[in-house]
Nanobody
Framework: QVQLVESGGGLVQPGGSLRLSCAASGSIYSINTMGWYRQAPGKQRELVAV???????NYADSVKGRFAISRDNAKNTVYLQMNSLKPEDTAVYYC?????????WGQGTQVTVSS
């Protein structure tokens, strides 16, 4: 059993910053790949950023240079630092973790960028 608990979502002005956190708990056996996805109303869920067990990162083109993914392995926690936020970043953001061929998802947290 693996659970992912997200925090840090909310309202922010355009150009502002926000940091999301996702803590994994339960039957975690090793350092795993973790990532962030987002889904806006009427849109497909899309990859935002991913960080592997070795610390390699990848980002969607739309967020490169503005977002940064990081992790604290001792806490089984992944973070998403979001800077220079735009209204088009508004979406539900989901954390995930891959272990033994199974993909676990968090509950999602709402991020709204509006003036």
């Amino acid at each position: 059993q693996v659970q992912l608990v997200e925090s840090g979502g909310g309202l922010v002005q355009p150009g502002g910053s926000l940091r999301l956190s996702c803590a994994a708990s339960g039957s975690i056996y090793s350092i795993n790949t973790m990532g962030w996805y987002r889904q806006a109303p009427g849109k497909q869920r899309e990859l935002v950023a991913v960080i592997t067990s070795t610390g390699r990162t990848n980002y969607a083109d739309s967020v490169k240079g503005r977002f940064a993914i990081s992790r604290d392995n001792a806490k089984n926690t992944v973070y998403l630092q979001m800077n220079s936020l735009k209204p088009e970043d508004t979406a539900v953001y989901y954390c995930n973790l891959v272990q033994r061929g199974y993909i676990y998802w968090g509950q999602g947290t709402q991020v709204t960028v509006s003036s």
